[in-house]
């Protein structure tokens, strides 16, 4: 049974006047070990990225930088046909962006996860997968990659030697092969639902699939989207279920 995890969340996913989810960005970050800021190409603009940034420090939670798609109409989750060079190069500015605010704060990036369609494209495409690591590999090759196991992007990654770290996804469903199951929009879910499918994956390390077959999981970190409806009440419910079953919240 896990006795220690990390919790994270996709954070600073607004962009200007506009709120995306709830907009309970600083009613979530005390609940959770890492933050995944958005870094202004599917969400987030400077003032947001330094907002989330403090918040974090506030709460002592590890932050991390949410690369995505050039795609702020569609939120990150359209794919966009690119090619490797340009995917690698938007993923590297987006990375500078937030470090460069991050340093203004005082503060250290702990990791690297990409966002959305990018993160799922990541997880297929070799050539991409092993693009983005030769660049990080170069430019942060101390920074753990959030990833799904066993992908393409974490094949990538264990090759060129930069530290990894498996999640888990407790607002999305799974396929018999253990991926998500990819969406544009997600309903509002039923918090004791997911709390109680998030310690089953960290007592007995399996997750019920779409099919009903119970599939193997193995993860160091539970992710939840701060802009699921009812993003917060997942997150509340989630982190009680954790303390209460003794396992702690930490960062990797």
Known sequence: ????????A????????????????PQIMPLISSANIAAGFHAGDPTTMVE???????????????????????????HIHASVEELVNDSLYQLGALRELAA????A??????????????????AFARGLCRALERVAPELPIYCLADTALDRAAR??????????????????????????RVD???????????????????????SGRLVPVGFRSICIHSDTPGALALVQAV???LDEAGIAIKAP
């Open 188 to 210: 509002r879910l039923d918090p004791e639902r997911v709390a109680r499918k998030v310690l089953r994956a960290c007592r007995e390390g399996v997750v019920e699939a779409v």
């Open 109 to 126: 990036l702990h990791h690297f996860k990409l966002h959305g369609a990018l993160f799922m494209h990541a997880a297929r495409d070799e």
């Open 10 to 25: 996709d954070m600073g996913e607004s962009f200007g006047a506009w709120t995306l989810g709830d907009g309970v960005d």
């Open 159 to 184: 090759e060129a030697g930069l530290p990894r770290v498996h999640e888990f996804y407790a607002d999305r469903d799974y396929d018999d092969d253990g991926g998500i199951v990819f969406v544009r």
């Open 104 to 107: 203004r704060e005082g503060l």
């Open 52 to 78: 989330n940034l403090r918040c974090a420090a506030e709460h002592g939670v590890a932050v991390g930088v949410h690369p995505g798609f050039d795609d702020l109409v569609g939120f990150g989750r359209r």
């Open 1 to 8: 049974m896990t006795t220690t995890i990390d919790l994270n």
């Open 239 to 241: 982190r009680g279920a």
